[in-house]
Nanobody, 126 residues
């Protein structure tokens, strides 16, 4: 499984960005995907997750209501629409994916995900 993240950039506070994570290498019907972020000097933290099969969405409290995760099964791509961005959202964002077959999905735990994309930098200026 290969994951390719894109869409990061520099934006002013209050602005929007959409991150994409294109997946390849297999079918993803029973997969779970997540977005995590890591700011300088901080640990990587959960942002959002989605089930490919049923579209169940999960969010960190810090982004709920501002960020939306979605999946396009035809394009094998997971998106993270980010609105009302704040300077504290500045971080490198990583997408991750893993098969849920036979496993409890700990969607907010980075150790659950075996497949990771490269990071994409999001910088929000005040």
């Amino acid at each position: 499984v290969q994951l390719q993240a894109s869409g990061g950039g520099l934006v002013q506070a209050g602005g929007s960005l959409r991150l994409s994570c294109a997946a390849s290498g297999r079918t993803f019907g029973n997969y779970g995907s997540g977005w995590f972020r890591q700011a300088p000097g901080k640990e990587r933290e959960f942002v959002a997750a989605i089930s490919w099969s049923v579209g169940s969405e999960y969010y960190a409290d810090s982004v709920r209501g501002r960020f939306t995760i979605s999946v396009d099964n035809n394009k094998n791509t997971v998106y993270l629409q980010m609105t009302s961005l704040k300077p504290e959202d500045t971080a490198v964002y990583y997408c991750a994916a893993g098969s849920r077959y036979g496993r409890k999905w700990d969607y907010n735990e980075d150790r659950w995900y075996p497949n990771w994309g490269q990071g994409t930098q999001v910088t929000v200026s005040s």
